[in-house]
């Protein structure tokens, strides 16, 4: 068994093509056939069940697909950092963000990567939190972004870097709420649509336990998106009032609402916990600092 063949393997299973593989890989079609017959042989299973042109894994190709991308991934690491990547000046590096992270840090991160190192690959996949791990944890992701509420503790996680953006109700700056002059209510917040990401249950408490059962996200939400820059352009563009983090909606103004919220969205750098890093992920760690000190100076800015 080769890493060749291991990854002739991984290749042909996501394309789901013995033609296509051939074309990502460069190869003819019976030196890539010669390549998986020789690679079941010394498995000893059939990885896939051939049905004249299409190709499916079968349940042992399924259990060897995941060991195989590790093998892989950690194969690649290995063989960039023997080439000496210049401290991440070259290479990939594979980042997930999820809503309000992407809405934050998409720009700057390729910016920062255009500017600074135009060598590097950097590939941005956004998703909810939940896509997300699973993509990190079959190791298509070299690390992510997420709201850290919304991902339950395990042992092959490892969090670093968590941060805390202020958060609340935030309308456009000529709202008819606004225009009171004085604290609102939940009761008048609810006159108008709500608007939010999925939410985690912590959230979830700690509205309830705010505001009486009514603010249930459940319940008090009627617009919910994945998306937080689309639930903000609703609300620039409409009556809507958005429930997010004060930095991801430049032109919105927090409502003054009684009692004071007070909360926060929390995120937090996401990796696996016994898989080798990607060396340009240094970069990213180096630079998540000064783009939250950032976005805390332009929430708190009058």
């Not at 004071?260 to 016994?274: D, E, M």
Request: with cysteine; net charge neutral.
């Amino acid at each position: 068994m080769t890493l060749v063949q291991l990854r002739h393997f991984v290749v042909l299973a996501e394309v789901g093509s013995f033609v296509q593989a051939c074309k990502v890989l460069f190869l003819t079609q019976p030196a890539l056939t010669r390549s998986i017959q020789a690679l079941e042989d010394e498995l000893g299973g059939q990885l896939f069940d051939r049905l004249g042109r299409r190709i499916s894994l079968t349940p042992f190709g399924h259990e060897a697909l995941q060991r195989a991308r590790r093998l892989v991934a950690d194969a690649e690491a290995l063989k960039q950092t023997g080439k000496g990547l210049h401290a991440g000046l070259i290479g990939s590096l594979r980042v997930g963000l999820s809503s309000g992270p992407g809405a934050l840090l998409s720009m700057p991160l390729m910016l920062h990567m255009a500017e600074h190192h135009p060598k590097l690959r950097l590939q941005i996949s956004r998703g909810n939190t939940a896509v997300l791990i699973d993509a990190l944890r079959e190791q298509l992701l070299d690390a992510a972004v997420v709201d850290v509420r919304s991902v339950r503790p395990s042992a092959d996680l490892q969090f670093a870097q968590v941060f805390e953006l202020a958060a609340g109700f935030l309308v456009r700056p000529d709202h008819p709420l606004t225009l009171l002059g004085r604290s609102v209510t939940l009761d008048e917040v609810m006159a108008y649509p709500v608007a939010s990401t999925p939410l985690s249950d912590e959230v979830a408490r700690l509205l309830i336990g705010r505001y009486g059962p009514q603010a249930n996200p459940y319940d008090m939400v009627t617009l919910r998106c994945d998306e937080t820059q689309s639930i903000v352009e609703v609300a620039r563009h409409s009556l809507a009032i958005v429930l997010t983090a004060e930095a991801a909606a430049p032109g919105l103004v927090p409502l003054d609402i009684s009692p004071p919220l007070n909360a926060a969205a929390r995120f937090g750098l996401v990796t696996l916990a016994q898989r080798q890093e990607a060396p340009a992920l240094r970069l990213l760690r180096e630079q998540l600092p000064e783009w939250v000190d950032g976005f805390q100076c332009m929430a708190t800015a009058p």
